[in-house]
């Protein structure tokens, strides 16, 4: 099993910048990728970014290219997402997430999941 503990939600001005953290405790050893996923009110939840914890290969979503950087603490296996010219349309709770295999790629299929941090971007 793989435990993970998100942290940095909170609110701030559109334009504003905001850095969530992902700890990653447990069975972190048979983690292949981790990322980052977001649920807004009334949406479904969606792939935001994520990196292969071996390689450093990234994805992002396409609404967030350029504004939001993935990277990871190569001292501790903590997950990072920064967030810089935030958008109201980007409040949402976000997810961090972490999986096993590689045969899916990045963006779906995660086993893990923490609880969840809330972002509100205020116009």
């Known amino acids: 099993q793989v435990q993970l503990v998100e942290s940095g939600g909170g609110l701030v001005q559109a334009g504003g910048s905001l850095r969530l953290s992902c700890a990653a405790s447990?069975?972190?050893?048979?983690?292949?990728?981790m990322g980052w996923f977001r649920q807004g009110p009334g949406d479904e939840r969606e792939f935001v970014a994520a990196?292969?914890?071996?390689?450093?290969?990234?994805e992002y979503a396409e609404s967030v290219k350029g504004r939001f950087t993935i990277s990871r603490d190569n001292a501790k296996p903590t997950l990072l997402l920064q967030m810089n010219s935030l958008k109201p349309e980007d409040t949402a709770v976000y997810y961090c997430?972490?999986?096993?295999?590689?045969?899916?790629?990045?963006?779906?299929?995660?086993?893990?999941w923490g609880q969840g941090t809330q972002v509100t971007v205020s116009s």
């Open positions: 997430a972490a999986k096993k295999s590689w045969a899916t790629g990045l963006q779906r299929m995660y086993d893990y």
């Open positions: 447990g069975r972190t050893w048979s983690i292949f990728s």
């Open positions: 990196l292969a914890w071996r390689g450093n290969t990234t």
